[in-house]
């Protein structure tokens, strides 16, 4: 999972502080998340996901689909 976030980063050309500012926390913070220093919150995940266009499935390495699931009403 770790690993997938800090590609998907890095295949759009953003530093760790751009998404540190999205997520509204500290590029620290958000590195950690990048080397499984700290564990993912769901909200985090959640905003990453809709970030990236893509579910959390795929951010958590249980699927290789990376398109998102169709949302719910």
Do not use: H, W
Request: glycine share 2%; proline share 4%; net charge positive.
């Amino acid at each position: 999972m770790y690993k997938r976030i800090r590609d998907m980063r890095e295949d759009r050309d953003l530093l760790q502080k751009d998404l540190a500012n999205f997520l509204q926390c500290t590029q620290v913070s958000y590195s950690y998340y990048e080397i499984g220093k700290r564990d993912i919150p769901t909200d985090v995940l959640i905003k990453l996901a809709t970030f990236y266009e893509t579910s959390i499935d795929y951010l958590l390495g249980i699927t290789d689909i990376s398109k998102p699931y169709p949302r719910t009403k």
